[in-house]
């Protein structure tokens, strides 16, 4: 069972670009969690999904940041107009659901805005 | 008020040694769980063990323990006969609120290990 997968692992992008981070949890997962850490610090929960919706989003920055998780194909944290302080490593999470308490969490994508 | 405490921002253990990871915790839900993760160099993080707040004994998982003492809200993680591999940051999280589904983790700063030859 293949466990979660993130791409690409690095980005690097300019400012004022857009980043796509894509994540596909384990087989069989269909609750999907985004954090962000920034260097030198621990995680920082983002959004929380599940198929087709978003539960939380209360760590999502207001503007730039958005996520999707389709019914088909891999979550998706979509920041627009990237900034310097962007620049993180962004991890993602999958659960099973009700009654698991384990979230495993993927490689991380490590974002640069330069 | 922070949720989760690492005082310790980094340590050093002599191989073979045991050491302890501080981590204290604050919240007000009954039902909680601590997690302890591990993360190298290569940046993964790696789960090495967990503690459910209606646990009777602490969590043990080979040379990983945790000693969970309820009413001082602290979750402390012990290595015993550390090595070499063990240098690493190590982080602990949080997450309340057990019986509902979906809950996020909340983690601490971590703490740099760092284990000597």
């Known amino acids: 069972n293949a466990g979660v997968m993130q791409n690409p692992r690095h980005l690097v992008r300019r400012r004022g670009q857009e980043a796509r981070l894509r994540c596909s949890p384990m087989?069989?997962?269909?609750?999907v969690y985004w954090y962000r850490q920034l260097p030198e610090e621990g995680l920082k929960f983002m959004v929380y999904l599940q198929k087709e919706n978003i539960i939380d989003e209360s760590g999502m920055p207001k503007e730039r940041f958005s996520a999707e998780f389709p019914k088909e194909g891999p979550s998706i944290l979509r920041i627009q107009q990237v900034v310097r302080g962007d620049s993180a490593a962004y991890f993602c999470?999958?659960?099973?659901?009700?009654?698991?308490?384990?979230?495993?969490f993927g490689p991380g994508t490590r974002l640069t805005v330069t | 008020a922070q949720k989760i405490t690492q005082t310790q921002p980094g340590m050093f253990v002599q191989e073979k040694e045991a050491v302890t990871l501080d981590c204290t915790y604050d919240t007000s839900d009954p039902s909680y769980g601590l997690f302890w993760y591990k993360q190298p160099s290569s940046g993964e993080m790696i789960f090495l063990i967990y503690?459910?707040?209606?646990?009777?004994q602490n969590a043990t998982e080979g040379r990983y323990s945790l000693n969970f003492q309820k009413a001082r809200k602290s979750a402390n993680l012990v290595i015993s006969a550390s090595q070499l591999g063990d240098s690493a940051m190590y982080f602990c999280a949080m997450r309340e609120g057990l019986n509902n589904a979906g809950n996020m983790l909340t983690f601490g700063g971590g703490t740099r290990l760092m284990v000597k030859p």
């Open positions: 087989k069989g997962h269909s609750h």
């Open positions: 503690q459910g707040s209606y646990d009777q």
């Open positions: 999470a999958s659960s099973p659901g009700t009654g698991i308490i384990e979230q495993y």
